[in-house]
């Protein structure tokens, strides 16, 4: 079993910035890929930006110039760093651990953090 927990959301004004966190414990392997959904209300989740363990990433395109991910394997730790916020990008993020196992992948999801963008 895997626990992810985020952290780092909070109210910020249009044009701002905002660093969340995510921490995975538990049972933990090297083949992983950490990343950031996010849900608005009446909206469906939407990908942000994913990590692999080997540093690959993949962004949403609504995201693509503004933010950044970054993780520390030996802290099991995924980052996101948001520029430029706009009120579009108010929205629950929610964190995402996907291990590979065999061949099936295992999917542990976080709790969310709020994030609201408004002046």
């Known amino acids: 079993q895997v626990r992810v927990v985020e952290s780092g959301g909070g109210l910020v004004q249009p044009g701002g910035s905002l660093r969340l966190s995510c921490a995975a414990s538990g049972n933990i392997f090297g083949i992983n890929t950490m990343g950031w959904y996010r849900q608005a209300p009446g909206k469906e989740r939407e990908l942000v930006a994913t990590?692999?363990?080997?540093?690959?990433?993949n962004y949403g395109d609504s995201v693509k110039g503004r933010f950044s991910i970054s993780r520390d394997n030996t802290k099991n730790t995924v980052y996101l760093q948001m520029n430029s916020l706009q009120p579009e990008d108010t929205a629950v993020y929610y964190c995402?651990?996907?291990?590979?196992?065999?061949?099936?992948?295992?999917?542990?999801w976080g709790q969310g953090t709020q994030v609201t963008v408004s002046s």
């Open positions: 990590m692999t363990y080997i540093g690959n990433t």
């Open positions: 995402k651990y996907s291990q590979r196992l065999l061949q099936s992948t295992y999917d542990y």
